[in-house]
Nanobody
Framework: QVQLVESGGGLVQAGDSLKLACVASGRTFSPYAMGWFRQAPGKERELVAAISWSGSSTRYADSVKGRFTISRDNAKRTVYLQVNSLKPEDTGIYYC?????????????????WGQGTQVTVSS
């Protein structure tokens, strides 16, 4: 079994930055891709960003391009999401996801693992 634990969320003001982290443990397999999703109240969970095992391939939602950066440290089994210039509409629970390929990591219905999430709240 694979466990994912997110951290780094909080209550911030518009324009602030945060760095989210997700640590994988347990029976992780390699290579694996990872991704970040978010879910706002009353809305569906949506893809924010994803990254391949090597880090050479990344994907971003249009709404976060230029503001968010995904990265990973395979030695630490950790994926990061640097979130800058936060807006109130970025508010939500941010979930980490681990899957075999970046395509699967980007698809919430594909096989993979989820963390419990970390809350990000952006006040105006």
């Amino acid at each position: 079994q694979v466990q994912l634990v997110e951290s780094g969320g909080g209550l911030v003001q518009a324009g602030d930055s945060l760095k989210l982290a997700c640590v994988a443990s347990g029976r992780t397999f390699s290579p694996y891709a990872m991704g970040w999703f978010r879910q706002a109240p009353g809305k569906e969970r949506e893809l924010v960003a994803a990254i391949s095992w090597s880090g050479s391939s990344t994907r971003y939602a249009d709404s976060v391009k230029g503001r968010f950066t995904i990265s990973r440290d395979n030695a630490k089994r950790t994926v990061y999401l640097q979130v800058n210039s936060l807006k109130p509409e970025d508010t939500g629970i941010y979930y980490c996801r681990l899957s075999t390929t970046i395509v699967q990591a980007m698809d919430p219905l594909a096989s993979g693992y989820w963390g419990q999430g970390t809350q990000v709240t952006v006040s105006s």
